[in-house]
């Protein structure tokens, strides 16, 4: 499976069936453990998640926070930088990261295309396009939404008159055309690499957080430290800080900011640029005009959705779960709870006419999301995908292969933990350059809770490093699907990718190391050895002697 996953043979959903069929007919687990993996509790957390996602496009409000947030960001190339970095993060930790940078570019190229004109570097990106072209026809690249290239083309249309503008450059020709051709990429570039760790901070934001989740129940069932609340309170402070450092490291990169320009004052081309840009900001956010009704239910809801999966046990406090039985109501209550009201709710706002005057209209009112809706835009494979990881664990654990791999890593006992976890991360960053994440961090954390139990360390101190390490993929187009999709633009090259993405995985991994040794101590409990690990110990040293019968017992079949 791990084969499959990694080369893509067969669809990853179809690969992810493949545990239930397999593992009864070779005697690993019997159906009424295999099916049942499909469906967890956190498979449900993560349904709800896409479903909410699906009311906040149906209803356009990513649209209208998105610009929002740019027009109070400002229209120097820096600022707009930054609010594109914190706007798809922002979007990402909901929506998937896909979505969220498909809905971005269109947005990027309307404000870039104001700024600079379609002129720039002509020549180079002509060359780069048809590189591009071969390439993303080679690797079976992700290619721009029909919906991305409908917007680009409207906006040539719109934009007609400003190209002309760009005619007019200053003096310096080939310095200011280089310095457009940087900032382009610079925005583009941002995007996807924003929506990469925008989706760490969640649990719900991208699938291999689920995934951990998912498998820490099937291995160590005692641990109850990891919830929505948790993760959010470990994770969004990393995020922050990773978002801050990449948006230096691509403005400094791309010229959005440059310490021997910073003084001189602007040439009345950029500023007049600048305006533009700011205008065609404003105006695309007036277009959405007023906030409507269904807009304003499902922003309550959002808010709704994400204050009670973050109250429901934080840990740090008692949770609003205390008030109902131990152990009954999961995140996944919450979302399936808050989700479930979107297909009733109306959309318009309801009167309380008919209830006075009995002969008043009674017309069917359309609810927020329908199921129509929900079949067409929920990605269901992804669900799938998360139960065929799930199964993949059962079987591993069930089979004795996780404890086989264990008692062949000796060599890392001596490695300190904190070298381990660096070391975790680079390889696993490295690994998912090339290979799905979601296929990625299934393979490896069965391994990494071996490793923990050898090493006597908290599970956590390792497969939390493994998981957020898997979302670090920067530089390549074929990493993940955004890279992808910024990459079919035609303005970036893959060594543009790697050049920047170097020092991305880099920071990231130095960042990860940071905060698993700081603030993670104290939210997971790292700094000791729980007793639900103790637990799972014991059941390996008992399985151990069981194990190597199997194997012996094979043997001397063949």
Not at 110 to 132: C, P, R, T, V, Y
Not at 186 to 199: D, M
Not at 261 to 275: L, T, V, Y
Not at 354 to 368: G, I, Y
Request: with cysteine; hydrophobic share 50%; glycine share 6%.
């Amino acid at each position: 499976m791990a084969i499959y996953w990694c080369t893509e043979a067969l669809p990853l959903a179809v690969t992810a069936l493949l545990p239930i069929t397999l593992f009864p007919f070779l005697g690993i687990l019997p159906s009424n453990k295999v099916c049942p993996q499909y469906f967890l509790d956190t498979n449900f957390l993560f349904l709800s998640g896409l479903i909410m996602a699906s009311a906040i496009e149906e209803w356009n409000l990513h649209r209208r926070i998105a610009l929002k947030v740019l027009m109070l960001v400002g229209v120097q190339p820096a600022r707009l930088i930054l609010g594109m970095m914190l706007t798809t993060s922002f979007l990402s930790m909901w929506l998937s990261n896909t979505a969220s940078t498909a809905m971005m570019l269109p947005i990027a190229n309307a404000i870039l295309k104001s700024l600079f004109g379609e002129k720039e570097a002509s020549k180079d990106f002509n060359k780069e396009n048809e590189e591009n072209q071969a390439s993303l026809q080679q690797n079976k690249l992700y290619t721009v939404p029909t919906e991305l290239q409908f917007l680009a083309s409207t906006e040539d249309k719109d934009l007609m008159e400003e190209k002309e503008v760009a005619i007019d450059i200053p003096v310096d020709l080939k310095k200011e055309e280089e310095y457009r051709a940087n900032i382009w990429k610079g925005f583009l570039i941002s995007i996807p690499y924003a929506a990469s760790i925008g989706g760490t901070a969640t649990l719900t934001g991208t699938a291999p957080n689920l995934i951990l989740l998912g498998q820490l129940k099937s291995f160590f069932p005692g641990c109850d430290v990891v919830n929505f609340g948790s993760w959010f309170v470990f994770a969004f402070p990393l995020m922050l800080l990773f978002l801050f450092l990449g948006w230096l490291w691509i403005s400094f990169l791309y010229g959005g900011i440059n310490l021997r320009h910073c003084r001189k004052k602007k040439s009345e081309i950029r500023m007049d640029a600048e305006d533009r840009a700011r205008a065609v900001i404003k105006e695309d956010y007036q277009k959405l005009g007023p906030m409507k009704f269904a807009e304003q239910a499902v922003l309550c809801f959002f808010c709704l959705f994400a204050i009670l999966l973050f109250s429901r046990d934080p840990k740090f406090i008692p949770g609003w779960a205390s008030l109902f039985t131990p152990g009954f109501v999961s995140d996944a209550v919450t979302g399936v709870a808050i989700v479930t009201i979107l297909f009733f709710f109306p959309s318009q706002r309801p009167s309380c006419k008919w209830w006075f005057d009995l002969k008043a209209s009674n017309t069917e009112n359309a609810p927020l999301l329908s199921w129509r809706r929900a079949q067409e835009t929920v990605p269901w494979n992804i669900i799938l995908l998360l139960g065929g990881g799930f199964a993949m664990a059962k079987g591993c654990e069930e089979s004795g292969l996780s404890v086989w791999i264990g008692g062949h890593l000796h060599p890392l006992e001596r490695v300190p933990p904190a070298v381990a976890v660096v070391l975790i991360t680079i390889v696993i960053a490295l690994f998912t350059e090339f290979a799905s994440n979601t296929a990625t961090i299934i393979i490896f954390l069965p391994i990494l809770a071996e490793l923990a139990i050898r090493l006597k360390v908290n599970p956590l101190y390792l497969m939390i490093p493994g998981t957020i390490g898997c979302s670090y993929a920067f530089m390549l187009p074929v990493s993940t699907p955004p890279n992808s999709i910024a990459f079919s633009s035609g303005h970036l090259l893959v060594k543009d990718m790697a050049r920047t993405g170097l020092l991305m995985n880099l920071m990231g991994v130095l960042l990860l190391s940071l905060a698993m040794n700081t603030w993670a101590k104290s939210i997971f409990q790292l700094s000791t050895f729980p007793a639900w690990a103790n637990i799972h110990a014991e059941n390996i040293t008992s399985l151990l002697p069981d194990v190597k019968n199997v194997t012996f017992s094979s043997l001397n079949k063949i």
